[in-house]
């Protein structure tokens, strides 16, 4: 029984019971108390409570069986009418209750017995009454919701004539064409907005929030267009149309998305329908509006005298026929069916034919000589034939289409026990069970949504439906994969997931229509670069891309953050809501019941509390337990098999299929973007080409230092060797528990050891799942040759684009990696490998070369020891300053020297030439510094400089001088000053880092010491870091006259309301993403999440970060622009070039000419 009736039920049951009749004295006095009086009668004998109890027992069985006769009446649908007895008084000197005079009429009241049916009677009967009243109400309601939900087509106009024109003409019989209206509203000159519409527009909000909602809009009528669900974009349009509040979001380009979706379907009529608002709205259409029409009249055939007058309002309107071919993106078969409407009219009418561009040449005095056609070229070729590289251009578009990459972990592989097997196939069933319950639920929530924007708003309807159910389902289970044991923070995640969704997208939409051209076009491209082709003119990559073809299609915009961070935060919710395992897996001893497999929960970071996505330990340690063999990747995290893409524009450039951004920025920070659109695009060629040449630069694993790392990974690590320990090795709480008259600093004490350890174990397992990333591909990658796609920071430092396995790693890292083509060593080859092995050990520092050549002949015995016995031996590889390195040159020292002509041993080891701290070096060139200039090799010099060691001498002297005075910590620091100590704060200081930044940096160095005193670490560290900006003050008082006017100018700036601007000696265009926050929040689900986005251009500069960031950014800049210039000449030269910021690395035998460049 409904649980309608049974509150109808109780409350007319309440009723009944209650006492009927005129109110006598013992009513009064609560007749019936004995059961519902609220007060007991003091008048009444026992005897007589007696007979009122009998009384009272008596009716209310009657009126209970009444009651039970009519609620089993009501089951059915033919009711019987069935009174109740009368209820059978006690004989004996019974109760006899007062009666109650009739209304209306006299005589004697009716029974009881039949006023007890009659009142059920009455309740019944007004019980089907209500019932009928709410199924009438629930069909007008159903009815209702139809017309809402059904999809408008014709919008409600603001202006009283055209409104009235389109009335007027649905009324009309027989209707005049839907040309003929076309061509009436073409020739009407947009209508002003009347003073309350223009008030709304101007009452819509920040231009920032306004922005952010049109973005939201447009990006949701791209997707309905995409997602075939055009209908509904159009009735999103029309409702947006008919408020004044919503329309300020409408766009030009919203109206021509819709136009355009209807003209590729041949829809005429709806295309008119949004002229009409077009022209409502006080827009004039331009040539993407006049191409959707005209398209659409092609595919209908339209006659022409509609297409001429079409073709002349647009002449009117000053816009050009020839335009429509060459500056509209349209596709081949849309231009086919505009062209087919041109010719109606205009039979002779040919499309310009796609003119080839006049190669654009950069006119900076800087890159002269690398644009100059005269002069000696030798750009260098790829060791690898045509065949091969074409080859490997389908493995690569292979993986990219596939958007992962599945690898060998090389975590140490378990015993396969019974326990392994058994966790392996409950994970495998689980994964199939949640595979079906994600697309089940993703189903219901795309229908949800649907019913959602069925209401005239943006939802996530569309974005859900880019991507199958099953493509969803396994990025989610990926995500899940991954989750680390002590969660993530759901915004995070959120836009991860947000932003997968997107690159998947991307991806799947460049395969439905670029593959073909793109494959013929880098068939043709690999005649630069192929070992066995030549081209008629040598040329840089940029520029021979493109000779080969028109520009390229335009690039795909990407969602508004808001958007990412709200369809990851949706889907996030599906992975707690459906996913589910058995609870006997948590407890082996429970139910069998569901339960969830992540958890929502809150926790604090860094005084903040956020929403944390937590897996159960039982899923974690299910997952342990199974220790499953594979790794899987983004396919834009995985170095690529072939060569990258030339950078050709800020759009187009390094992977095939996946998007990637020339400026890596935050996401949601547009402000990098537009300024790199409105940049002539030769400005820009320093910096594509330099990312270009960089990127191909080919790559192999060094296999015999990774099967040394792989050892030591394998065993419990070497922390010392920067190889990670595994978890089961991190510190563990102290166990036991505090007696119970435990001083309080004993509590906290605890409290503080729990934290410590908690901390470390949280460090270890991010540096090992670091670790066997890096290894893994290494492992994947170890018989291939592979190459590292590049893009920049907004400042234009360089960085290789797979973030897991690069050259720009830690000294581990770089050792697992040597060029993929050899080069002879040369007359001078074997030399500068020693000397770069000197300069690995952190030896001779302040030594000309002669003396490190001596100094590595002197030691060359412990040199083959290691590379013969790397494990065994002497181990002195293991006691310098880069060890890994060391040994992989160690290595190669070892096989040049046992070679029978070592000039002619083929080296693909790559060789460093280090700057000598970069920034203090552009500094003293800004400043005209010559004694800092000394210092740090911006003169001649017989011997080189060292300024690393030249601070930490001058802190040597300041600290013996405080020792002579008493001060304690300055005497426990003697002879533990070193280079090593001050070297990174040295380096930093002229980058921005504070005086906090800069002790972290010392404490650091400082606990790597084993023999120094622990307990005066923090009180050492803090007279470290003020005796090194002393020094540093002392020895560069030029670069700290420079840093403050620097940030003092920017300042100024800052407060003068504008973001600090300008343009690198290369031409890229810089600007500083310094803004104050601005607050965006995303509310409902398991958590409303509200992020603060810095790169709101709309608000005021944030002055702090504007000043302070200004003077490491401009050193950054000019260090990047002469890194890429480096880069150039070197190409120019046939030189193989890479760069790890200011370190240089090229062939040993090319040392010295790139020390020339």
Not at 3 to 17: D, I, Q, V, Y
Not at 715 to 722: E, I, Q, Y
Not at 856 to 870: H, K
């Amino acid at each position: 029984m409904s649980a309608f009736r049974w509150g109808r039920g109780a409350s007319g049951l309440r009723r009944a019971l209650w006492p009927a009749g005129p109110p006598g004295p013992l009513a009064e006095e609560g007749a019936l108390s004995g059961v519902w009086g609220r007060r007991r009668s003091l008048s009444a004998s026992p005897c007589e409570q007696d007979r009122r109890k009998d009384w009272g027992h008596a009716e209310l069985l009657e009126v209970l069986e009444a009651r039970v006769r009519q609620l089993q009446a009501a089951r059915v649908s033919e009711v019987t009418e069935r009174r109740p007895r009368p209820a059978r008084l006690p004989e004996a000197g019974g109760f006899q209750p007062r009666r109650k005079a009739q209304k209306g009429g006299e005589g004697t009241a009716p029974g009881l017995g039949g006023h007890w049916a009659q009142k059920l009677d009455q309740e019944k009967w007004a019980m089907q009454r209500r019932k009928q009243r709410l199924q009438a109400k629930l069909q007008v309601r159903v009815q209702q919701l139809a017309c809402e939900h059904r999809l408008r087509m014709v919008p409600q106009l603001l202006s009283a004539p055209l409104a009235e024109r389109l009335l007027r003409w649905e009324q009309e019989t027989p209707r005049s064409p839907w040309e003929e209206q076309l061509a009436r509203l073409l020739r009407e000159a947009p209508r002003r907005l009347s003073c309350e519409a223009e008030r709304a527009h101007e009452a819509g909000g920040a231009p920032a929030r306004l922005e952010t909602q049109q973005q939201r809009l447009l990006a949701f009528l791209e997707c309905c267009l995409l997602s075939g669900h055009l209908p509904l974009a159009h009735h999103v349009l029309v409702t947006c149309h008919g408020k004044w509040r919503q329309r300020r979001v409408l766009t030009l380009a919203a109206y021509n998305t819709v136009m355009l979706g209807w003209a590729r379907k041949g829809s005429f009529r709806e295309l008119v329908y949004v002229f009409f608002m077009v022209k409502d709205a006080g827009l004039t259409p331009d040539l993407l509006s006049y191409a959707a029409a005209l398209q659409c009249m092609g595919r209908l055939d339209q006659d022409a005298r509609t297409v001429q007058r079409c073709l002349d309002q647009m002449a009117q309107d000053g816009l050009r026929l020839q335009d429509l071919f060459s500056s509209v993106p349209l596709c081949q078969e849309e231009q086919a069916a505009l062209l087919q409407a041109v010719h109606k009219a205009q039979p002779t009418f040919s499309p310009p034919l796609q003119p080839q561009p006049e190669p654009q040449v950069n006119t900076s005095p800087l890159l002269r000589e690398i644009y100059a056609k005269e002069g000696p070229v030798s750009y260098p070729k790829l060791h690898l034939p045509l065949w091969k590289l074409q080859t490997l251009f389908q493995q690569q578009l292979r993986v990219e289409m596939a958007t992962t990459v599945t690898v060998q972990s090389v975590e140490k592989a378990q015993l396969l026990t019974k326990e392994v097997l058994d966790a392996r196939r409950t994970l495998k069933q689980l994964r199939t069970a949640w595979v079906e319950a994600l697309c089940a639920g993703l189903r219901d929530v795309k229908a949800s949504e649907a019913r959602a924007a069925r209401s005239g708003r943006p939802t996530l309807f569309p974005y859900l439906c880019l991507l199958t159910e099953r493509e969803l389902a396994r990025l989610l289970l990926q995500t899940l994969q991954v989750l680390p044991p002590q969660g993530e923070s759901l915004l995070s995640l959120a836009q991860q997931l947000g932003l997968r969704v997107f690159n998947r997208h991307a991806v799947q939409k460049k395969q439905l229509s670029q593959v073909q051209a793109l494959q013929q076009r880098y068939y043709q491209y690999l005649h630069l670069l192929a070992s066995d082709t030549q081209v008629a003119v040598p040329c840089l990559p940029r520029q021979y891309w493109e000779t080969l073809g028109a520009p390229e299609a335009p690039h795909e915009q990407p969602w508004p953050l808001p958007v990412l961070v709200q369809l990851g935060k949706r889907l996030a919710e599906m992975l707690v809501e459906v996913v589910r395992m058995p609870g006997s897996l948590a407890a082996p001893q429970g139910s069998c019941s569901l339960i969830p497999v992540l958890y929502h929960v809150y926790s604090f970071r860094s005084f903040r509390q956020i929403g944390i996505l937590k897996p159960h330990p039982a899923f974690t340690q299910l997952l342990a337990t199974a220790a499953e063999h594979t790794l899987t990747f983004e396919a834009a995290e995985v170095p690529m098999l072939c060569p990258p893409l030339p950078w050709t524009s800020p759009h187009t450039g390094a992977f095939l299929l996946s998007p990637t951004k020339l400026v890596r920025s935050v996401e949601g920070t547009t402000q990098h973007q537009r300024l790199l659109d409105s940049c002539p695009p030769a400005e820009l060629h320093g910096a594509l080409d330099a990312l270009t040449q960089l990127g191909n630069c080919a790559w192999r694993v060094n296999g015999r230092v990774l099967d040394l790392v792989l050892e030591l990974f394998a065993a419990k690590g070497c922390p010392r060797l920067g190889v990670p320990a595994p978890p089961s090795e991190a510190p563990r709480p102290p166990e036991g528990r505090l007696p119970p008259d435990a001083s309080p600093a004993q509590k906290a004490e605890l409290r503080r050891e729990l934290a410590r350890c908690l901390k470390v174990a949280r460090e270890m397992h991010s540096l090992r799942s670091d670790a066997l990333y890096r290894l893994s591909l290494a492992q994947h990658l170890r018989h291939r040759v592979f190459w590292l796609p590049h893009n920049m920071d907004f400042r234009g430092r360089t960085y290789p684009c797979p973030p897991h396995f690069n050259h720009l790693g830690s000294d581990l890292a770089r050792a697992l990696l040597e060029f993929a083509q050899g080069r002879p060593l040369g007359p001078r080859g074997l030399d500068w490998l020693k000397v770069h092995l000197v300069n690995l050990t952190g030896l001779k520092k302040r030594e000309p070369l002669q003396a490190r050549l001596v100094f590595a002949d002197e030691v060359m015995e412990d040199i083959l020891d290691s590379a013969d016995r790397p494990m065994t031996g002497r181990k002195w590889w293991m006691e310098v300053e880069e060890p890994w390195q060391a040994l992989a040159c160690c290595m190669e020292i070892a096989r040049a020297v046992r070679a029978p002509n070592p000039a002619a041993y083929i080296s693909h080891f790559p060789v460093h030439q280090d700057g000598s701290c970069n920034g203090l070096q552009h500094y003293a060139a800004l400043g005209r510094d010559s004694i800092g200039a000394a210092s740090v090799n911006l003169l001649p010099s017989d011997v080189p400089q060292d300024v690393y060691s030249g601070v930490a001498a001058q802190v040597e002297v300041f600290r013996s001088q405080d020792a002579k005075r008493g001060v304690r910590v300055a005497q426990v620091l003697e002879g533990f000053i070193s280079r090593k100590v001050v070297k990174q704060t040295v380096m930093t200081v002229v980058y921005g880092v504070t005086r906090y930044g800069g002790r972290l940096q010392i404490e650091r160095r400082l606990r790597e010491l084993s023999d120094f005193p622990q307990e005066f670490v923090w009180e050492a560290s803090h007279y470290l870091v003020r005796q090194v900006f002393n020094s540093l003050q002392e020895m560069f008082s030029g670069t700290r006259a420079i840093q403050h006017w620097l940030t003092e100018s920017a300042r100024l700036i800052a407060h003068a309301g504008s973001a600090v601007e300008w343009v690198t000696p290369l031409g890229i265009p810089i600007i500083q993403p310094y803004h104050r926050d601005s607050k965006v929040m995303i509310s409902g689900g398991i958590q409303s999440l509200t992020f603060s986005h810095s790169g709101d251009t709309s608000q005021r500069p944030n002055t702090l970060k504007q000043k302070n960031g200004f003077p490491p950014n401009f050193i950054h800049s000019l260090d990047s622009s002469h890194m890429m210039l480096t880069a150039l000449h070197c190409y120019r030269k046939g030189l193989t070039f890479v760069s790890v910021h200011d370190c240089f690395w090229t062939h040993a035998a090319d040392v010295e000419v790139m020390n020339q460049v």
